[in-house]
T-cell receptor
Framework: DAGVTQSPTHLIKTRGQQVTLRCSPKSGHDTVSWYQQALGQGPQFIFQYYEEEERQRGNFPDRFSGHQFPNYSSELNVNALLLGDSALYLC????????????FGEGSWLTVV | KNQVEQSPQSLIILEGKNCTLQCNYTVSPFSNLRWYKQDTGRGPVSLTIMTFSENTKSNGRYTATLDADTKQSSLHITASQLSDSASYICVVSAWISGAGSYQLTFGKGTKLSVIP
């Protein structure tokens, strides 16, 4: 059983460009959350998707948007990239109540130059 | 504002020694507390999950404690190994009833280095 898979693993973009990151949740998981982790920092919550709808959102600008598909996979889109968007972007999936284990993918490293 | 503070920021220990990492939180309403291990450049991996009523939970050489009254948790690592070198992140979950979902607050982590 594959865990949470993310793609691409690494990418480099130019300031002002747009990027799309992808996530496939662990089998049977219906909730997907996205996090941004800068070097030396803990992950910061971006948003959470459940049943194809954004259920919660962290303190991120509208340049950050997402989508969840009927198969529960998800995308994170970032427009008008800034140098400060350079980070590890983590996808996490879960199923059911708050006490269940949350599984993280290996992340997508984004470097904006 | 929900916050999770971890100490120390970094720690160096000799292989075979024990160590304890600390986590203090101000998260409400509290749902559970998790410890994750994150190797450099990798995604976090779950070590333990503790609810309000649990004081201690073990996972191999890792033992987590929780004092919900003082809002403190610790992660004790016994007989450390070189492979324990990683960041250990404390994560506290709050159940947001209005959204029907949980919200996680992450600490910045403690970077542990185990040396031979």
């Amino acid at each position: 059983d594959a865990g949470v898979t993310q793609s691409p693993t690494h990418l480099i973009k130019t300031r002002g460009q747009q990027v799309t990151l992808r996530c496939s949740p662990k089998s049977g998981h219906d909730t997907v959350s996205w996090y941004q982790q800068a070097l030396g920092q803990g992950p910061q919550f971006i948003f959470q998707y459940y049943e194809e709808e954004e259920r919660q959102r962290g303190n991120f600008p509208d340049r950050f948007s997402g989508h969840q598909f009927p198969n529960y996979s998800s995308e994170l889109n970032v427009n008008a990239l800034l140098l400060g968007d350079s980070a590890l972007y983590l996808c996490a999936s879960s199923f059911g109540g708050p006490g269940n284990t949350i599984y993280f993918g290996e992340g997508s490293w984004l470097t904006v130059v | 504002k929900n916050q999770v503070e971890q100490s120390p920021q970094s720690l160096i220990i000799l292989e075979g020694k024990n160590c304890t990492l600390q986590c203090n939180y101000t998260v409400s309403p509290f749902s559970n507390l998790r410890w994750y291990k994150q190797d450099t450049g990798r995604g976090p991996v779950s070590l333990t999950i503790m609810t309000f009523s649990e004081n201690t939970k073990s996972n191999g050489r890792y033992t987590a404690t929780l004092d919900a009254d003082t809002k403190q948790s610790s992660l004790h690592i016994t007989a450390s190994q070189l492979s324990d070198s990683a960041s250990y992140i404390c994560v506290v979950s709050a159940w947001i009833s209005g959204a029907g979902s949980y919200q996680l607050t992450f600490g910045k982590g403690t970077k542990l280095s185990v040396i031979p």
